[in-house]
């Protein structure tokens, strides 16, 4: 029952019409699943409906709750704090899938049939109803830690967490599918119409059908090779397409030999290129890729999940299969299609212009030369496609300009608009924002849902290593959103599975990346000034300006005693006590993440703390070593035999369990007993980090998080001090 003070605070604070969206919303619901209005409809639409129907139900729920006024007021029953970060807590559950649905059954009855001004509205039934479901939630904690957790958004994962020789197949490909979880589609509805039909080349494709077409007799093409193995496959459709005219760019195969400029050595099938393009040393590479498609011989290889991670790296979602026997002409507007296209139908980056072999952009009328190769870019299969270029005013003079393209969430706070809220709130130390803007090419938004418009996605499915594909289509937020692939399907019919458009700059690095979004950030070279560019998931770039005290000026800046650095990144940032941004997942490193984190815990600044410690400790291992002759074979054997490689393969909870061993004292000698010589004298700095983190409480190491933050902040900050302090002691002796 509820208390007197929370009766007061519920009749001071009535729900009233607030919750009226998310009755609408389970209406529309329960209507489209055919479900009668009665007395049990909330129980069958929870039975009836897709998971993650009936998830997003409860977590539109949860945010209607945390809305309120009273959930800001009532007191919270299992910690410190109040109802609202209650919610907050259940809210994170939730979507971490960590909660059973049916036990919001209850509520969602009572909201339900509780209209907001009736005989039968009860608030006091409403809040008594979320206090039991919280409190089957969360128990209450004991108060000698702070456990009010800040639960943005689920945390997953990157499959960058591997780099360079790192990248096995074994351990890359868990984390491939990990990302891929939830975001992939079985017959993918309007994708041939949504890019194949309606466009300025549509005529063009017919024509070469009509010229092609005698080829194809009595439901089969001529020549077609029975059984349709790779070598003679490849023979027939080169000769077939050189039988045709008017196509603007050419197939390729690649199957017996990788291709140039990238890391990994990778053969392509079949893949297209513009028709003059240019060939270093005679031969294709990466950089003259625009389409890719996978041919297999063996239809139930087509749906294993072998070749969906194989593909997965050039990022495709895929049309319905089809018959290209039965369907000829489908088959002939998609491959004339793509050899059609404009480049901005192809996914080329169309808003950085060129002008001889420089780059550059134009913004609030200044022309800014760009780079050719990034300084920073994420290299992960579902993320932010972070990228940064150096650019500067002109084609000549230092690079004092940073471009960052990303692709964020439509769901969160523009990077821009939180660097004008943290300089109107005075915080030093940051890039002052100048301009952003959303990007569009040929005057669309440039973003996924723009992409996919039109398109009819099915429920997603799982993903196992005994699933069964047919076709699907891979919904991937990183900065491929536009590579496509299509299948098509007979008996004894030959897979181009995967014949992707990809989505990159006319110039791509060698990782294959591809085009990117949103955003400029600030380096650190030599002027004194700096600005900041930033294009956003949406389709948007700003730019910023350091200020002379930034990493510009930090030599000067720090004989002044003043700032000595900045913060540069703040796309996956929040203002405090913000309700959650609605985005499906952030992205974090593997190797990085705190150990709470990794438990599926709410976020708190000691997780920031404790990333910033393994971020450190990494340093310390990965870099400050001389290889000499044999560097690479020197370093590809220090990577096989560390400790480090445990920090991301495996589980979240292997490596929550590996942390917690590698965090006890003697576990963590184990771990510094690898840093570069060059790092040797951080030994005891890293130790005395690791006592204020991870101090022992209860008999065991503690992970979680102080009330009064001041303990592992200061405790942190003294020990840096410390080490400072003796490092600069060591210089003046040996100076």
């Known amino acids: 029952m509820a208390t007197a003070s929370e009766l007061d605070k519920m009749r001071c604070n009535p729900i009233k019409e607030r919750l009226g969206a998310f009755r609408r919303l389970f209406e529309t619901t329960r209507s489209d699943l055919g479900v009668a209005l009665s007395s049990g409809a909330v129980q069958t639409?929870?039975?009836?409906?897709?998971?993650?129907?009936?998830?997003?139900?409860?977590?539109?729920?949860?945010?209607?709750?945390?809305?309120?006024?009273a959930a800001r007021t009532l007191p919270s029953r299992i910690?410190?704090?109040?109802?609202?970060?209650?919610?907050?807590?259940?809210?994170?559950?939730?979507?971490?899938?960590?909660?059973?649905?049916?036990?919001?059954?209850?509520?969602?009855?009572?909201?339900?049939?509780?209209?907001?001004?009736?005989?039968?509205s009860n608030d006091a039934d409403i809040w008594r109803t979320?206090?039991?479901?919280?409190?089957?939630?969360?128990?209450?904690?004991?108060?000698?830690?702070?456990?009010?957790?800040?639960?943005?958004?689920?945390?997953?994962?990157?499959?960058?967490?591997?780099?360079?020789?790192?990248?096995?197949?074994?351990?890359?490909?868990?984390?491939?599918?990990?990302?891929l979880t939830g975001r992939v589609y079985f017959d993918v509805g309007g994708f041939y119409e949504r890019y194949f039909e309606g466009k300025c080349w549509a005529n063009t494709a017919r024509d070469i059908y009509e010229e092609s077409r005698a080829q194809c007799t009595e439901g089969r093409w001529t020549g077609w090779p029975e059984p349709s193995l790779q070598g003679p496959f490849f023979e027939w459709f080169m000769k077939f397409q050189d039988s045709v005219s008017g196509l603007?760019?050419?197939?390729?195969?690649?199957?017996?030999?990788?291709?140039?400029?990238?890391?990994?050595?990778?053969?392509?099938?079949?893949?297209?290129?513009?028709?003059?393009?240019?060939?270093?040393?005679?031969e294709h590479d990466w950089s003259n890729v625009l389409v890719i498609g996978?041919?297999?011989?063996?239809?139930?290889?087509?749906?294993?999940?072998?070749?969906?991670?194989?593909?997965?790296?050039?990022?495709?979602?895929?049309?319905?299969?089809?018959?290209?026997?039965?369907?000829?002409?489908?088959?002939?507007?998609?491959?004339?299609?793509?050899?059609?296209?404009?480049?901005?139908?192809l996914g080329l980056n169309t808003f950085i212009k060129r002008d001889g072999n420089s780059k550059y952009i134009v913004v609030r009328g200044v022309r800014i030369s760009q780079e050719d190769h990034p300084i920073a870019s994420q290299?992960?299969?579902?993320?932010?496609?972070?990228?940064?270029?150096?650019?500067?005013?002109?084609?000549s003079g230092a690079w004092e300009h940073v471009v960052k393209f990303a692709w964020p969430s439509d769901k969160r706070q523009r990077e821009g608009d939180l660097l004008k809220l943290a300089k109107e709130r005075g915080v030093k130390g940051i890039a002052e924002w100048f301009h952003h803007e959303q990007i569009t090419i040929d005057e669309n938004p440039d973003t996924i849902a723009h992409f996919r418009r039109g398109m009819k996605f099915g429920a997603p499915r799982k993903l196992s290593s005994k699933a069964s594909w047919v076709d699907g289509s891979v919904e991937?937020?990183?900065?491929?959103?536009?590579?496509?692939?299509?299948?098509?399907?007979?008996?004894?019919?030959?897979?181009?599975?995967?014949?992707?458009?990809?989505?990159?700059?006319?110039?791509?690095?060698?990782?294959?990346?591809?085009?990117?979004?949103?955003?400029?950030?600030?380096?650190?070279?030599?002027?004194?000034?700096?600005?900041?560019?930033?294009?956003?998931?949406?389709?948007?770039?700003?730019?910023?300006?350091?200020?002379?005290?930034?990493?510009?000026?930090?030599?000067?800046?720090?004989?002044?005693?003043?700032?000595?650095?900045?913060?540069?990144?703040?796309?996956?940032?929040?203002?405090?006590?913000?309700?959650?941004?609605?985005?499906?997942?952030?992205?974090?490193?593997?190797?990085?993440?705190?150990i709470e984190v990794l438990q599926g815990k709410g976020h708190t600044y000691r997780h920031d703390l404790e990333t910033f410690f393994y971020v450190f400790t990494w340093m310390c291992i990965r870099y400050g070593h001389d290889y000499m002759d044999n560097g690479q074979a020197s370093k590809k054997g220090l990577l096989a035999t560390s400790r480090l490689r445990r920090?991301?393969?495996?589980?979240?909870?292997?490596?929550?369990?590996?942390k917690l061993g590698h965090m006890d004292k003697n576990g963590f000698e184990n771990v510094i007993a690898e840093f570069a010589p060059k790092f040797e004298g951080l030994k005891q700095l890293a130790r005395e980090l690791r006592n204020v983190l991870f101090p022992i409480r209860d008999g065991a190491i503690f992970t979680g998080t102080f009330r009064d933050n001041n303990i592992m902040y200061d405790g942190m900050i003294k020990a840096f001090d410390r080490a400072i302090g003796s490092l600069g002691k060591e210089v003046q002796a040996t100076a």
């Open 45 to 69: 639409v929870f039975a009836t409906a897709a998971t993650l129907v009936v998830k997003n139900l409860v977590l539109d729920l949860i945010q209607a709750l945390q809305m309120e006024p």
């Open 379 to 395: 290299k992960a299969i579902v993320c932010r496609g972070t990228t940064c270029y150096r650019r500067r005013r002109g084609d």
């Open 647 to 658: 920090w991301y393969t495996g589980t979240y909870a292997d490596i929550s369990d590996t």
């Open 476 to 594: 991937s937020s990183r900065a491929y959103p536009r590579t496509r692939s299509l299948r098509r399907s007979r008996s004894s019919a030959a897979r181009l599975t995967g014949l992707g458009v990809r989505t990159s700059s006319t110039t791509i690095s060698s990782s294959g990346k591809k085009r990117k979004r949103d955003g400029e950030f600030v380096d650190g070279n030599s002027r004194k000034r700096s600005r900041l560019i930033e294009p956003d998931t949406t389709g948007h770039h700003s730019i910023q300006e350091a200020q002379p005290d930034s990493l510009a000026g930090r030599e000067k800046a720090a004989a002044k005693g003043d700032l000595k650095g900045m913060l540069i990144d703040l796309d996956l940032a929040k203002e405090l006590d913000s309700v959650p941004s609605g985005a499906s997942h952030r992205i974090g490193t593997m190797q990085f993440m705190a």
């Open 294 to 345: 996978e041919h297999k011989q063996n239809p139930d290889e087509d749906r294993s999940i072998k070749t969906l991670v194989q593909l997965a790296g050039s990022g495709p979602y895929n049309s319905e299969k089809f018959d290209i026997h039965m369907e000829p002409e489908r088959f002939i507007r998609v491959i004339a299609g793509y050899a059609l296209m404009t480049e901005a139908e």
């Open 130 to 179: 979320v206090f039991e479901l919280i409190a089957r939630t969360h128990p209450p904690t004991p108060p000698t830690a702070f456990e009010k957790a800040v639960f943005d958004t689920p945390l997953r994962s990157s499959s960058a967490s591997q780099r360079g020789i790192e990248q096995t197949h074994d351990e890359v490909d868990q984390r491939i599918l990990e990302k």
């Open 79 to 120: 910690a410190d704090g109040t109802v609202y970060g209650d919610l907050a807590l259940l809210y994170g559950c939730v979507h971490s899938n960590q909660l059973d649905i049916a036990l919001a059954i209850p509520l969602v009855e009572l909201i339900v049939r509780n209209e907001p001004g009736t005989p039968t």
């Open 248 to 282: 603007r760019r050419k197939y390729y195969t690649s199957a017996n030999k990788a291709l140039s400029g990238s890391e990994a050595d990778r053969k392509l099938d079949i893949f297209l290129t513009p028709a003059d393009a240019t060939l270093p040393d005679g």
